[in-house]
């Protein structure tokens, strides 16, 4: 039995994120995240709650974790319009470096494998914070671009930061590759360089 260590529950969660990486969301049990930390069953359900509320809150932590880096990206460019998106598509590959086992989480487990259908309340909650937060900040990059967070525009947004590394770096491995990096870069550029589509008229503007 291992010996107790000091109950952090940032040592919990480290525990649950790489048995969810290394062997999926099924491996995160009670009992595992305890002999993996020496914290005991009880301590990981006195903190946590249930076995749900530990997967949400190792899944959110890996969220926010990969939303401040990005974040950290685009500030570093403020004003610069083009580079601060460019800087937000790369956002991938520098979680990855500084986060390695968030990274392979986020990039290996399906969100609803981890957390399935049954969500503590104050999780589903934090979820829906997250995404909208994403939501507005994609809307606050097509602002500074192009004077408009329409769907249209957003979708714009949405190509370089989602679509395009989930092909580029994700789906192909290369995270690490300076290459493909280069190549997602260029991508960004050329899709920003024809922006959205024109405004309809019966195109709203997103709330």
């Not at 009670?30 to 809150?57: C, D, K, P, Q, W």
């Not at 997250?130 to 606050?140: N, P, Q, T, V």
Request: charged content about 25%; some cysteine; hydrophobic content about 45%.
């Amino acid at each position: 039995m291992p010996r107790p260590r000091t109950h952090d529950p940032d040592t919990v969660l480290d525990a649950a994120e790489g048995l969810a990486a290394r062997a999926g969301a099924a491996a995160v049990t009670i009992r595992a995240v305890a002999t993996a930390t020496g914290v005991s069953n009880g301590a990981i359900y006195h903190t946590f709650g249930s076995r749900a509320e530990l997967l949400g809150r190792t899944w959110i932590r890996a969220a926010r974790r990969f939303g401040a880096v990005q974040l950290e990206l685009i500030d570093a460019h403020a004003g610069a319009g083009v580079e601060a998106v460019v800087a937000a598509a790369d956002a991938p590959a520098v979680f990855a470096q500084r986060f390695p086992e968030s990274s392979r989480l986020l990039l290996s487990v399906r969100r609803g494998d981890l957390l399935g259908d049954e969500l503590p309340e104050q999780i589903a909650r934090e979820l829906t914070g997250l995404e909208r937060s994403l939501i507005e900040l994609m809307k606050r990059l097509a602002l500074d671009l192009w004077g408009r967070k329409d769907a249209r525009a957003v979708d714009a947004i949405t190509t370089c930061l989602v679509d395009l590394p989930t092909a580029v770096l994700l789906h192909r491995d290369r995270l690490a590759d300076p290459t493909a990096r280069e190549h997602l870069r260029a991508a960004v550029r050329a899709v920003l360089a024809i922006g959205p589509a024109p405004h309809h008229t019966d195109t709203k503007e997103q709330p």
